[in-house]
């Protein structure tokens, strides 16, 4: 009994082991890895990741799948830059309404959250298939995004909203202090709250959920819109690190966040998986991205050893899964 | 023609087997029975090299054999028509039958024609007209169920292991098997017949095996025992027999439908037609029906999972409304289904007990906001108790306990919510003689308790057993009502069968 329990252990162990190990040969092979520069550094690129992954990880438990969050991120940045270079025109009165970096930044969310919930409303009322719902939606919040930008990059956006994504507290970059806040909420909500439970009994199976009275719609719903949330407040992060809205940002980011997810050892068949197994999930990503790029391997080879990681922490997650049955 | 010899077969250390020696001689029908857990599947997949793994012999034809597989078993000759349907639904009938085993033309390509007439004609001999195009999909359970025996039949085997082939199908198509059965035997083939049904059994077998916690009880003849013989060897005791008591029945209406209907959601014509009862609080009422005769969609009308019905009324606990719109507003109301598929509707095989039967009542475990560990781990605790639960922990996850202790989950998980009416549709499928009888107690309790309750059952003993009054469906349509003393399996089978 206690030899199985260790080995559990053990397991659960596994993906920080192989993140040690990771650091340990990056380490070997450049200098430049374990600075104090670096490593934060790293630590703020992955913040972005995080906080859509986290989203992602939600989505997943339930069964679903999001490729819009990239978009969205770049929809919800544009219309934060936006609102704070220019403020807002109100149609029929001809005035300039201006926002404070609060409120941008509150709108930017909230677009994210609408694009999210118009995804959960055509999941679950159209009962479109979530990867041909969420894909669409991919290509239609980047044209959104490109109408509203008409393809230019806004940028000027003011220093106490530069200041989000470059600037430190305590010590620490304020994006890191705002992915944790997301990871402890997240936690949080899925370990101690009636919805998270219900997004793990709807993911593992949806039809008992529902003839145990809960309101699946409405659960997945809010998860939609949740993930369109955390893509925005991601979009907010990069929006403001580069102090500038690039009409063309998170391209790609989906397939990161998803892969944090994967790795991190939620099934992408619902019903099972933990949130901070996507954070850890995101570092090794964020890690190999650094050490890829620091050992000087062609960006070319970076994709396929990014692939490799992937199917690998999939495999292994696997033949674990397997055996405990 | 395969006899075994001390075969023994350990999962972790529990032995699952036991020293089991058993002949199974040719040209005879053997009933295999004993209760949930007995080692029944774990003998059966040993058989049919699903397990390769074991201690012991088994001679197959005078020689020791070993298979590497279900399929060398199957090429030598031994096939096993399992309890669950392995039929991929978009393909049809045919290729469904020749999955894996496909005849080809000369050319290598599929020989479709062929096919065709092989397929023809072994449905033929299970007596089912069927449109062989037709993707599985559209096909009634029973008719799958069919397919699945087709299947087995396509492979000439010597030796035909049969898992409760008649859990999903009707009268008629059980008469089909029957026949089936027969001409196997005379063909000098070992028949393998697992079931909980003890007519069917004492109507099939030549031969009875029983087995009790991993090891034979008594293999001998069928003609020498009675049904309560084979059951008290089964369970190790006797059961005994219940005395109904009805002055836990009321005259206090707490469901009331009148003339319910429901349309077909896909077909033209009615699901239900025309339904009208009532039940009374502390009533069980049993709801008996052939397949397809709508009991399943009666229940499920009436917890919101169906629809508006295109008419009818509908009172509940004495308050006049209109029918439940989702099942959500039925558990807020007090009326609780218990569904007939536990592990496809009534669990989450992947959480534990715990989350399982907490599931339905998770608003009242909270504190503000936040789940409430300990109030859900009393709640848990003590139905775990009431229910007589066999579980190592309430942490344990649903899909490792046996079919009897997963219904109960189920039942708590709805009993948790306090139904002023308990459905239940199937509530015994599939599980041993003994979990059935604490089943039973388990409604009886709780109709006592006040609950009405409906029980919908295609056995018509277990109806017997518990029912205080009995609907008889046919086609959407209640044909009869019988008082439980009144009814006798004659008269209520006849209210079942269409008209001719």
């Given at each position: 009994?206690?030899?199985?329990?260790?080995?559990?252990?053990?397991?659960?162990?596994?993906?920080?082991?192989?993140?040690?190990?990771?650091?340990?040969?990056?380490?070997?092979?450049?200098?430049?890895?374990?600075?104090?520069?670096?490593?934060?550094?790293?630590?703020?690129?992955?913040?972005?990741?995080?906080?859509?992954?986290?989203?992602?990880?939600?989505?997943?438990?339930?069964?679903?799948?999001?490729?819009?969050?990239?978009?969205?991120?770049?929809?919800?940045?544009?219309?934060?830059?936006?609102?704070?270079?220019?403020?807002?025109?109100?149609?029929?009165?001809?005035?300039?309404?201006?926002?404070?970096?609060?409120?941008?930044?509150?709108?930017?969310?909230?677009?994210?959250?609408?694009?999210?919930?118009?995804?959960?409303?055509?999941?679950?009322?159209?009962?479109?298939?979530?990867?041909?719902?969420?894909?669409?939606?991919?290509?239609?919040?980047?044209?959104?995004?490109?109408?509203?930008?008409?393809?230019?990059?806004?940028?000027?956006?003011?220093?106490?909203?530069?200041?989000?994504?470059?600037?430190?507290?305590?010590?620490?970059?304020?994006?890191?202090?705002?992915?944790?806040?997301?990871?402890?909420?997240?936690?949080?909500?899925?370990?101690?709250?009636?919805?998270?439970?219900?997004?793990?009994?709807?993911?593992?199976?949806?039809?008992?959920?529902?003839?145990?009275?809960?309101?699946?719609?409405?659960?997945?719903?809010?998860?939609?819109?949740?993930?369109?949330?955390?893509?925005?407040?991601?979009?907010?992060?990069?929006?403001?690190?580069?102090?500038?809205?690039?009409?063309?940002?998170?391209?790609?980011?989906?397939?990161?966040?998803?892969?944090?997810?994967?790795?991190?050892?939620?099934?992408?068949?619902?019903?099972?998986?933990?949130?901070?197994?996507?954070?850890?999930?995101?570092v090794i990503i964020g890690v190999l991205n650094n050490g890829l790029v620091l050992l000087g391997v062609s960006p070319f080879w970076q994709q396929v050893v990014k692939g490799?990681?992937?199917?690998?922490?999939?495999?292994?997650?696997?033949?674990?899964?397997?055996?405990?049955? | 023609?395969?006899?075994?010899?001390?075969?023994?077969?350990?999962?972790?250390?529990?032995?699952?087997?036991?020293?089991?020696?058993?002949?199974?001689?040719?040209?005879?029908?053997?009933?295999?029975?004993?209760?949930?857990?007995?080692?029944?599947?774990?003998?059966?997949?040993?058989?049919?090299?699903?397990?390769?793994?074991?201690?012991?012999?088994?001679?197959?034809?005078?020689?020791?054999?070993?298979?590497?597989?279900?399929?060398?078993?199957?090429?030598?000759?031994?096939?096993?028509?399992?309890?669950?349907?392995?039929?991929?639904?978009?393909?049809?009938?045919?290729?469904?039958?020749f999955l894996g085993r496909e005849l080809m033309t000369p050319w290598g390509a599929l020989d479709t024609p062929k096919m065709k007439n092989v397929a023809k004609e072994l449905?033929?001999?299970?007596?089912?007209?069927?449109?062989?195009?037709?993707?599985?999909?559209?096909?009634?359970?029973?008719?799958?169920?069919?397919?699945?025996?087709?299947?087995?039949?396509?492979?000439?085997?010597?030796?035909?292991?049969?898992?409760?082939?008649?859990?999903?199908?009707?009268?008629?198509?059980?008469?089909?098997?029957?026949?089936?059965?027969?001409?196997?035997?005379?063909?000098?083939?070992?028949?393998?017949?697992?079931?909980?049904?003890?007519?069917?059994?004492?109507?099939?077998?030549?031969?009875?095996?029983?087995?009790?916690?991993?090891?034979?009880?008594?293999?001998?003849?069928?003609?020498?025992?009675?049904?309560?013989?084979?059951?008290?060897?089964?369970?190790?005791?006797?059961?005994?027999?219940?005395?109904?008591?009805?002055?836990?029945?009321?005259?206090?209406?707490?469901?009331?439908?009148?003339?319910?209907?429901?349309?077909?959601?896909?077909?033209?014509?009615?699901?239900?037609?025309?339904?009208?009862?009532?039940?009374?609080?502390?009533?069980?009422?049993?709801?008996?029906?052939?397949?397809?005769?709508?009991?399943?969609?009666?229940?499920?009308?009436?917890?919101?999972?169906?629809?508006?019905?295109?008419?009818?009324?509908?009172?509940?606990?004495?308050?006049?409304?209109?029918?439940?719109?989702?099942?959500?507003?039925?558990?807020?109301?007090?009326?609780?289904?218990?569904?007939?598929?536990?592990?496809?509707?009534?669990?989450?095989?992947?959480?534990?007990?715990?989350?399982?039967?907490?599931?339905?009542?998770?608003?009242?475990?909270?504190?503000?906001?936040?789940?409430?560990?300990?109030?859900?781990?009393?709640?848990?605790?003590?139905?775990?108790?009431?229910?007589?639960?066999?579980?190592?922990?309430?942490?344990?996850?649903?899909?490792?306990?046996?079919?009897?202790?997963?219904?109960?989950?189920?039942?708590?998980?709805?009993?948790?919510?306090?139904?002023?009416?308990?459905?239940?549709?199937?509530?015994?499928?599939?599980?041993?003689?003994?979990?059935?009888?604490?089943?039973?107690?388990?409604?009886?309790?709780?109709?006592?308790?006040?609950?009405?309750?409906?029980?919908?059952?295609?056995?018509?003993?277990?109806?017997?057993?518990?029912?205080?009054?009995?609907?008889?469906?046919?086609?959407?349509?209640?044909?009869?009502?019988?008082?439980?003393?009144?009814?006798?399996?004659?008269?209520?089978?006849?209210?079942?069968?269409?008209?001719?």
């Amino acid at each position: 009994m206690s030899m199985t329990s260790y080995k559990k252990q053990l397991q659960q162990l596994q993906p920080l082991i192989a993140l040690f190990l990771l650091c340990l040969i990056i380490a070997i092979f450049s200098d430049r890895f374990m600075t104090v520069t670096n490593l934060w550094n790293v630590m703020r690129q992955i913040s972005v990741n995080i906080c859509i992954a986290v989203g992602m990880t939600l989505v997943i438990i339930s069964a679903g799948i999001d490729l819009s969050v990239g978009s969205v991120l770049a929809f919800a940045g544009a219309v934060t830059a936006s609102f704070l270079s220019m403020g807002m025109e109100l149609p029929f009165f001809g005035v300039y309404v201006g926002f404070t970096t609060l409120g941008a930044i509150l709108m930017g969310i909230t677009m994210g959250g609408v694009l999210g919930l118009v995804n959960g409303w055509v999941i679950t009322y159209f009962k479109v298939q979530p990867f041909v719902a969420t894909l669409a939606m991919l290509t239609i919040a980047r044209g959104l995004t490109m109408l509203w930008t008409q393809g230019y990059p806004i940028s000027s956006l003011g220093a106490p909203f530069a200041h989000l994504g470059t600037g430190w507290f305590l010590g620490v970059p304020i994006p890191v202090w705002i992915a944790a806040i997301v990871t402890v909420l997240a936690v949080f909500v899925m370990r101690k709250t009636r919805f998270g439970r219900y997004i793990y009994a709807i993911g593992g199976n949806e039809r008992a959920a529902r003839l145990s009275g809960i309101k699946v719609n409405q659960v997945k719903t809010l998860v939609y819109m949740l993930a369109g949330m955390l893509a925005a407040v991601g979009g907010i992060l990069v929006t403001s690190r580069l102090d500038s809205a690039q009409p063309n940002a998170g391209m790609g980011y989906e397939l990161d966040a998803i892969a944090a997810v994967v790795i991190g050892g939620t099934s992408l068949s619902g019903g099972r998986g933990l949130i901070m197994g996507t954070v850890l999930g995101a570092v090794i990503i964020g890690v190999l991205n650094n050490g890829l790029v620091l050992l000087g391997v062609s960006p070319f080879w970076q994709q396929v050893v990014k692939g490799m990681v992937i199917l690998i922490a999939v495999i292994i997650d696997r033949s674990q899964h397997k055996e405990k049955k | 023609m395969v006899s075994l010899r001390n075969i023994t077969k350990q999962f972790n250390g529990v032995y699952a087997l036991r020293d089991v020696n058993i002949e199974f001689p040719p040209a005879k029908v053997i009933a295999l029975v004993g209760e949930n857990g007995a080692g029944k599947s774990t003998l059966m997949n040993i058989l049919s090299g699903v397990y390769p793994d074991y201690e012991g012999e088994l001679m197959y034809k005078g020689e020791v054999v070993q298979f590497q597989g279900p399929r060398d078993a199957q090429d030598r000759g031994i096939t096993i028509i399992h309890q669950e349907l392995n039929l991929i639904p978009y393909l049809s009938v045919v290729e469904n039958i020749f999955l894996g085993r496909e005849l080809m033309t000369p050319w290598g390509a599929l020989d479709t024609p062929k096919m065709k007439n092989v397929a023809k004609e072994l449905l033929s001999r299970l007596k089912l007209a069927l449109d062989l195009d037709a993707p599985v999909s559209q096909l009634k359970v029973g008719e799958c169920q069919l397919i699945e025996i087709a299947k087995a039949l396509l492979v000439e085997s010597d030796v035909v292991i049969m898992d409760e082939p008649t859990s999903a199908i009707s009268e008629s198509e059980v008469c089909a098997l029957y026949d089936i059965i027969a001409d196997l035997k005379a063909s000098g083939k070992t028949v393998v017949y697992i079931s909980h049904k003890m007519k069917e059994l004492f109507t099939l077998a030549d031969e009875y095996v029983v087995l009790r916690d991993g090891q034979v009880v008594k293999q001998g003849v069928m003609a020498e025992v009675d049904e309560q013989q084979l059951v008290n060897m089964m369970v190790g005791r006797a059961l005994a027999e219940r005395v109904k008591c009805q002055d836990r029945i009321t005259d206090a209406t707490v469901l009331h439908v009148n003339n319910l209907s429901l349309t077909h959601p896909v077909k033209e014509g009615l699901l239900l037609e025309n339904l009208s009862f009532d039940l009374c609080k502390g009533e069980i009422l049993g709801v008996f029906g052939l397949m397809g005769a709508g009991r399943t969609e009666l229940l499920e009308t009436l917890f919101g999972l169906r629809g508006k019905p295109s008419s009818g009324s509908f009172s509940f606990d004495e308050q006049d409304m209109a029918f439940f719109t989702s099942p959500n507003q039925a558990l807020r109301y007090g009326l609780a289904l218990v569904p007939e598929d536990r592990k496809g509707d009534g669990l989450v095989l992947g959480m534990n007990v715990r989350a399982n039967l907490s599931l339905s009542v998770l608003s009242s475990l909270e504190n503000l906001g936040v789940l409430a560990d300990v109030q859900e781990k009393e709640l848990c605790q003590q139905y775990v108790e009431r229910l007589r639960i066999k579980t190592a922990t309430d942490q344990q996850y649903v899909g490792n306990l046996s079919g009897g202790n997963q219904q109960k989950v189920v039942l708590a998980k709805y009993l948790a919510t306090k139904p002023k009416v308990l459905m239940l549709d199937e509530p015994t499928r599939g599980i041993d003689v003994y979990a059935k009888q604490e089943i039973y107690d388990l409604i009886r309790e709780q109709a006592a308790l006040g609950l009405g309750v409906m029980v919908v059952s295609s056995e018509l003993p277990e109806l017997f057993a518990i029912a205080d009054r009995i609907l008889v469906m046919c086609d959407g349509r209640i044909t009869k009502q019988f008082k439980t003393e009144e009814a006798t399996e004659e008269t209520i089978l006849q209210a079942a069968l269409p008209d001719q």
